[in-house]
């Protein structure tokens, strides 16, 4: 079965850096285009990057200079890479893969961003 699975979330003070990961399975990985996407309480879903099975990226102006996505066939895992956070990019993180008419979807990780 597909999965993807989000890891490197937490609780960390304005200023500092987390990594995300989100690990893939049962899906061609290299063949997705891959993003991240973000809820925070009482708000829409948004996205936050993507990164096409080509390598082009995409930002959200939000996080755009602050945030950068990679991604890494080999090992089947998408990154986001968050610095200089904020408590506005508190959020479930949510991983996310998409080729064609098929989307999935990971669980989501907590990023939680105070003093």
């Known amino acids: 079965q597909v999965q993807l699975v989000e890891s490197g979330g937490g609780l960390v003070q304005p200023g500092e850096s987390l990594r995300l990961s989100c690990a893939a399975s049962g899906i061609i990985f290299s063949m997705y285009n891959m993003g991240w996407y973000r809820q925070a309480p009482g708000k829409q879903r948004e996205l936050v990057a993507t990164i096409a099975s080509d390598g082009s990226t995409n930002y959200a102006d939000s996080v755009k200079g602050r945030f950068t996505i990679s991604r890494d066939n080999a090992k089947n895992t998408v990154y986001l890479q968050m610095n200089s956070l904020m408590p506005e990019d508190t959020a479930v993180y949510y991983c996310?893969?998409?080729?064609?008419?098929?989307?999935?979807w990971g669980q989501g990780t907590q990023v939680t961003v105070s003093s």
């Open positions: 996310n893969a998409l080729r064609f008419i098929t989307m999935y």
